[in-house]
């Protein structure tokens, strides 16, 4: 059993910055794949960022050079840092951690980020 608890979501202007922790708790081991995905209203839920074990990173085109995603080994946790935030960033943030191939994935509640203009 994961336990995923997200946060550091909450309201910001456009061009400003957050920063969203998961922090995670339990049996991880096979876990070898982290990242973030996000879901606005009436829309399918979307890859952000990824980050594996071996310290490969992945992002959407859209986020590319203003997201950074990283990990903290001794505490558990990921982070997702986000610069120049824009209102087409607003969505509900979600943390992930799986094994690539396996019927092993972990979902976390979400924290929304909400970027007003």
């Known amino acids: 059993q994961v336990q995923l608890v997200e946060s550091g979501g909450g309201l910001v202007q456009t061009g400003g910055s957050l920063r969203l922790s998961c922090a995670a708790s339990g049996n991880m081991f096979g876990i070898n794949t982290r990242g973030w995905y996000r879901q606005a209203p009436e829309k399918e839920r979307e890859m952000v960022a990824t980050?594996?074990?071996?310290?490969?990173?992945n992002y959407a085109d859209s986020v590319k050079g203003r997201f950074t995603i990283s990990r903290d080994n001794a505490k558990n946790t990921v982070y997702l840092q986000m610069n120049s935030l824009k209102p087409e960033d607003t969505a509900v943030y979600y943390c992930r951690v799986w094994r690539s191939g396996y019927a092993l994935n972990y979902w976390g509640k979400g924290t929304l980020v909400n970027v007003s203009s």
């Open positions: 980050i594996t074990s071996g310290g490969s990173t």
